[in-house]
């Protein structure tokens, strides 16, 4: 029986033009080598093959070969094949040139990212063997837009254990990261009829536009010593809040707050989405519980892989209120849209206690480059003062008045990654003007971290 085409080997799209099959071929292989569509060193498929995936004779398959051979466009060696002969491929005329890659910079520590290097490879890769091996078939059919329920319940466990979360399986929702979660949500309270979701004087500009991107306004809610003041809720119909680790300026809402804020949300029939980004970094106290414990039918858990392992993985979830939860999967569509072999692995990586091995070491290592850092500033820039240091992976340095500015563009000159406080201020910002930094400690490898320290020292005031 002969072979099919769909068995013979590389697959190559041409379409000969001109007079002849011959001289059609060899323009059309020679303009995809000229243009770089095929890169030097490709191999070709074999003259059969080709001829049989065209549907044309051979012969004039080998003849167009043996003519940009002769040409200089091919190579052909006995046992090696034909290939692409090594040249340098000239762009077509009008073609744009690519834009130059900005150069990275020599350290980085803006806030966000974890150290990247830590990542646990080889106990992910040991994960991903056993729930690969023990999944079933249908795992990897369309599935649930809730998420994969190994997930969801290796999910509900921890998060009851390790956060005070009340979560159930059945409400929880896996998405690819926090900003997703968001966009969700405020798909689901447009169609709710919600108007406005307040939000902190300093945060993430990204996460506002996301609100005001489904159509809803946004609110901007005092700032003080005591973190987000929840006197300014009365009209709005959410609110989003970093309740255990204010991000940027590393302040737990008070407790009082935290109360009120329930108490709002239980009287109004608002809704309090709870941003815990970083939870499981708390270094000189006891962990902070999530709010949602107060109330699980008025507060949205929201929770992330990207700081405790990487950014990369696209995983995060929602722990929902009853009945928020079918509405929020119907808004993510009617399958799951998160990869299900790196949800898998994550409920393993839970399940088998390598994830809190994990973050127990990352912690410790986070919490000595802390203590390294305001060691060094305090000993060598004094008139910065640290802040917000008892959790998270960046600090808050306060700077003399009007210095914020200089103090970045001296950074960029050392080629220093910094970032300014005025970068997190909602344009809105209901608190007293502050120059800070924001230093993300958790960004440079291990190797980079002393050199990083030094570049910040020495653009500091002092």
């Known amino acids: 029986?002969?072979?099919?085409?769909?068995?013979?080997?590389?697959?190559?799209?041409?379409?000969?033009?001109?007079?002849?099959?011959?001289?059609?071929?060899?323009?059309?292989?020679?303009?995809?080598v000229r243009s770089g569509r095929l890169a030097p060193g490709t191999r070709l498929p074999s003259s059969r093959a080709l001829a049989a995936d065209l549907g044309i004779a051979r012969n004039p398959v080998a003849?167009?070969?043996?003519?940009?051979?002769?040409?200089?466009?091919?190579?052909?060696?006995?046992?090696?094949?034909?290939?692409?002969?090594?040249?340098?491929?000239?762009?077509?005329?009008?073609?744009a040139p690519h834009p130059r890659t900005p150069a990275r910079p020599a350290y980085d520590l803006r806030p966000g990212s974890p150290d990247l290097t830590s990542f646990p490879r080889a106990e992910w890769l040991k994960a991903a063997r056993r729930a690969l091996t023990a999944a079933p078939h249908h795992a990897l059919d369309y599935g649930d837009p809730r998420g994969r329920p190994e997930l969801r319940a290796a999910l509900a466990a921890y998060l009851s254990r390790a956060r005070g979360v009340r979560a159930d399986?059945?409400?929880?929702?896996?998405?690819?990261?926090?900003?997703?979660?968001?966009?969700?949500?405020?798909?689901?309270?447009?169609?709710?009829?919600?108007?406005?979701?307040?939000?902190?004087?300093?945060?993430?500009?990204?996460?506002?536009?996301?609100?005001?991107?489904?159509?809803?306004?946004?609110?901007?809610?005092?700032?003080?010593?005591?973190?987000?003041?929840?006197?300014?809720?009365?009209?709005?119909?959410?609110?989003?809040?970093?309740?255990?680790?204010?991000?940027?300026?590393?302040?737990?809402?008070?407790?009082?707050?935290?109360?009120?804020?329930?108490?709002?949300?239980?009287?109004?029939?608002?809704?309090?989405?709870?941003?815990?980004?970083?939870?499981?970094?708390?270094?000189?106290?006891?962990?902070?519980?999530?709010l949602q414990g107060l109330d699980p039918d008025r507060v949205v858990h929201l929770g992330t892989a990207s700081k405790s392992l990487a950014p990369g993985l696209r995983l995060a979830w929602m722990v929902l209120p009853p009945g928020l939860a079918e509405e929020v999967a119907a808004?993510?569509?009617?399958?799951?849209?998160?990869?299900?072999?790196?949800?898998l692995t994550l409920a393993e990586f839970l399940t088998s206690g390598?994830?809190?091995?994990?973050?127990?070491?990352?912690?410790?290592?986070?919490?000595r480059r802390r203590d390294a850092l305001v060691a060094a500033v305090t000993a060598r820039a004094p008139e910065a003062r640290v802040s917000g240091i008892a959790a998270g992976l960046h600090v808050l340095l306060r700077l003399p008045p009007g210095t914020e500015?200089?103090?970045?563009?001296?950074?960029?000159?050392?080629g220093l990654a910094l970032h300014g406080l005025a970068r997190y201020t909602h344009p809105g910002a209901r608190a007293e003007p502050v120059d800070a930094l924001v230093v993300g400690y958790g960004t440079p490898p291990d190797h980079a971290w002393s050199g990083a320290l030094d570049a910040l020292c020495a653009v500091l005031p002092g």
């Open 63 to 95: 003849d167009a070969y043996a003519d940009l051979v002769a040409e200089g466009w091919l190579t052909a060696r006995q046992g090696s094949g034909t290939r692409v002969a090594e040249r340098r491929v000239v762009p077509p005329t009008g073609t």
């Open 354 to 367: 390598a994830y809190d091995r994990h973050v127990r070491a990352t912690r410790l290592r986070y919490r």
């Open 169 to 290: 399986p059945e409400r929880i929702v896996v998405c690819a990261g926090f900003a997703h979660g968001l966009k969700l949500l405020g798909t689901v309270l447009r169609a709710r009829g919600a108007r406005t979701v307040a939000v902190e004087s300093y945060g993430l500009d990204v996460h506002a536009r996301i609100l005001t991107g489904s159509g809803l306004g946004t609110a901007t809610l005092p700032f003080d010593r005591l973190g987000t003041d929840p006197a300014g809720l009365p009209g709005a119909d959410a609110v989003l809040l970093t309740p255990a680790h204010q991000f940027p300026m590393g302040v737990p809402l008070h407790r009082d707050r935290r109360t009120a804020v329930v108490d709002w949300a239980r009287r109004t029939g608002g809704l309090v989405l709870e941003d815990d980004y970083d939870g499981e970094f708390r270094y000189d106290r006891q962990p902070v519980g999530a």
């Open 1 to 32: 029986m002969p072979k099919s085409w769909a068995t013979l080997g590389l697959d190559l799209h041409l379409e000969p033009t001109g007079p002849g099959l011959r001289r059609g071929l060899t323009d059309a292989l020679r303009e995809a």
């Open 331 to 343: 808004a993510k569509g009617g399958v799951d849209t998160c990869g299900v072999l790196d949800q």
């Open 405 to 414: 500015q200089s103090v970045v563009q001296a950074a960029h000159w050392r």
